[in-house]
């Protein structure tokens, strides 16, 4: 079984940062794709960036790019995404996921952590 957990969210300003993390357990993640998605209210999931354990690859939305970066850590199986210039648009419940490599579906989730950026 594998566990995602997501910590960093919270009440910002427009224009301020703020950096999410996930840790993950459970499993050897080196053949893991870790992603972040959003979802806000009245909206549908949205995908932000992923990144691979080796390399590292990663991928990221044209809507974010230039101001959320995906990072990751091995030794500590933890990903970030670090924030910066936030918009009332990036208000949302921002979610870790994971798939096997060379899959499409996310299978494990983690239980989101609340982003809010006020104007």
């Known amino acids: 079984q594998v566990q995602l957990v997501e910590s960093g969210g919270g009440l910002v300003q427009a224009g301020g940062s703020l950096r999410l993390s996930c840790a993950a357990s459970?499993?050897?993640?080196?053949?893991?794709?870790m992603g972040w998605f959003r979802q806000a209210p009245g909206k549908e999931r949205e995908f932000i960036s992923a990144?691979?354990?080796?390399?590292?690859?990663?991928w990221t939305t044209d809507s974010v790019k230039g101001r959320f970066t995906i990072s990751r850590d091995n030794a500590k199986n933890t990903v970030y995404l670090q924030m910066n210039s936030l918009k009332s648009e990036d208000t949302a419940v921002y979610y870790c996921?994971?798939?096997?490599?060379?899959?499409?579906?996310?299978?494990?989730w983690g239980q989101g952590t609340q982003v809010t950026v006020s104007s």
């Open positions: 990144i691979s354990w080796s390399g590292p690859y990663t």
């Open positions: 996921a994971a798939r096997v490599d060379g899959t499409v579906e996310y299978n494990y």
């Open positions: 459970g499993r050897t993640f080196s053949r893991y794709i």
